[in-house]
């Protein structure tokens, strides 16, 4: 068996936010899993009819911390706004740093510090330029019932992970946040250099 297709529930909780509650749902191969990827659904959510969806990678820089470096935290509590208002999940798979965890992340930020931009950074320490996966996100989705979706994103790799997944994509939602002078060059190469469909620049 493939490890999206061994992806369970383990557990799930009631959890009351800034933008209201959510149900919490924690899903990984193994109920000792401390690390599991985490989905977060709006109360009573029909997933009969079509969703807003955000597949959202950890950042725990961005996320938890606030950094200004880059646009992740700001695309999730966009996400978490829009989706208690018009009913959806976010689906917050654990693949920091583009999927190279964050001690490597910090290296990279090292790097950029040097002069090199976010894809340069990666090539230089010997990663990939975005090594993050998305087939667990689609197994989640169907797990969880959902056969329809309005994506949160600005990334075309998260709208390539539908073609085939038998998980109709209606409508891709844009994201845009705050330009800042530390992100500026960052979001610049994400959307010369990764495609990112922003409309800012």
């Not at 924690?26 to 009819?49: C, F, Q, R, W």
């Not at 992740?72 to 920091?96: A, D, F, H, P």
């Not at 998305?134 to 390539?160: C, H, M, W, Y």
Request: charged share 25%; with cysteine; hydrophobic share 35%.
């Amino acid at each position: 068996m493939s490890q999206e297709s061994k992806l369970s529930k383990q557990a799930e909780a009631s959890i009351p936010t800034d933008w209201g509650e959510f149900m919490m749902k924690a899903y990984s191969v193994s109920s000792e899993n401390v690390m599991p990827h985490i989905v977060l659904t709006s109360k009573n959510l029909d997933t009969s009819g079509t969703i807003y969806l955000r597949i959202h990678s950890e950042c725990i820089t961005g996320d938890l911390f606030h950094s200004n470096r880059c646009d992740c935290g700001e695309q999730l509590e966009q996400s978490m706004k829009l989706i208690q208002e018009n009913g959806g999940m976010v689906i917050y798979l654990r693949q920091e740093g583009r999927g190279i965890g964050i001690i490597n992340k910090l290296k990279v930020y090292n790097k950029q510090d040097e002069g090199f931009d976010t894809i340069e950074a990666n090539l230089e320490l010997g990663f990939g330029v975005d090594m993050r996966e998305f087939k667990e996100a689609i197994s989640i989705l169907k797990q969880e019932g959902v056969s329809s979706v309005r994506l949160l994103t600005n990334n075309p790799k998260k709208l390539d992970a539908f073609e085939g997944s038998g998980i109709e994509l209606v409508e891709r939602v844009p994201l845009e946040t705050t330009i800042k002078k530390e992100n500026e060059g960052y979001l610049k190469t994400k959307k010369e250099g990764l495609g990112h469909l922003f409309d800012s620049f």
